[in-house]
């Protein structure tokens, strides 16, 4: 199941009364919040990657500047 369907789920289940608007606010928040972990982790990923190519072209300019 995911995220999208929970969130339809408690919609649902508020239009039938069976959660407060708190709670429904409360657990809609922290679902959208794990729906953008994906995108940050995958941010963070290419962060990595390109501080990782930036040491590395680093290190082949040094290297090539002593020789």
Do not use: G, H, V, W
Request: with cysteine.
């Amino acid at each position: 199941m995911d995220q999208r369907e929970n969130l339809r789920i408690l919609a649902r289940a508020y239009e039938d009364n069976k959660i407060s608007r708190d709670l429904l606010a409360c657990a809609k928040a922290m679902i959208q919040k794990t729906m953008e972990i994906p995108e940050i982790r995958l941010r963070n990923l290419f962060e990595q990657y390109i501080t990782f190519r930036a040491i590395q072209d680093a290190r082949r300019k040094l290297l090539l500047q002593q020789n």
